[in-house]
């Protein structure tokens, strides 16, 4: 299903006195929506409404990102996420050693992680107290770190078969 995203659907923000910004009024969903609208490079984005939340994917450079809310409680979770290598890989432990060097150092609040015998970068967290900066800001780091890093991590430890 195709997530159709134009000017007339993006936020309304405006500034509090501490000229921070807030919504008005908007869902979490309607504010993902928001950045993946700001972010989508090649006019990509899908959307997909299941029992386990909705999930949303759209192209960033080189790379997807994929994007679930659970729901809108306190409770529900905000994960971002995007595959940047294919397991098996060549010389795995050096591939893991670099990955939990960068972990330390590289990845601000993202991080990589091993799913579905990929290597991926990913975020997550309850969507309590959530801004909608935050929500920016998740989003941006996920998709820049994967995309600067795919390429060089396929060259060096690309697929081991």
């Known amino acids: 299903m195709s997530l159709a995203m134009t000017p007339s659907s993006l936020a309304t923000f405006a500034t509090d006195e501490n000229d921070e910004l807030f919504p008005e009024a908007l869902s979490y969903a309607e ?4 950045v993946i609208a700001s972010l989508d490079q090649s006019d990509s984005a899908m959307v997909n409404h299941a029992d386990s939340g909705t999930i949303w994917k759209f192209q960033y450079g080189t790379i997807e990102v994929l994007v679930q809310l659970t729901g809108e409680t306190d409770d529900d979770l905000l994960t971002i ?5 294919m397991l098996p890989a060549k010389d795995e432990l050096g591939l893991y050693r670099k990955l939990m060097a960068m972990n330390w150092s590289g990845t601000f609040e993202t991080c990589f992680g091993l799913a579905d015998q990929q290597v991926i970068v990913l975020l997550q967290r309850t969507v309590a107290d ?31 078969s």
């Open 81 to 85: 996420w995007s595959p940047v290598l």
């Open 31 to 34: 504010l993902i929506e928001t």
């Open 130 to 160: 959530l801004s909608p900066g935050e929500i920016s800001r998740a989003m941006t780091l996920v998709a820049t770190i994967a995309d600067e890093q795919d390429e060089p991590l396929q060259a060096e430890f690309g697929s081991a």
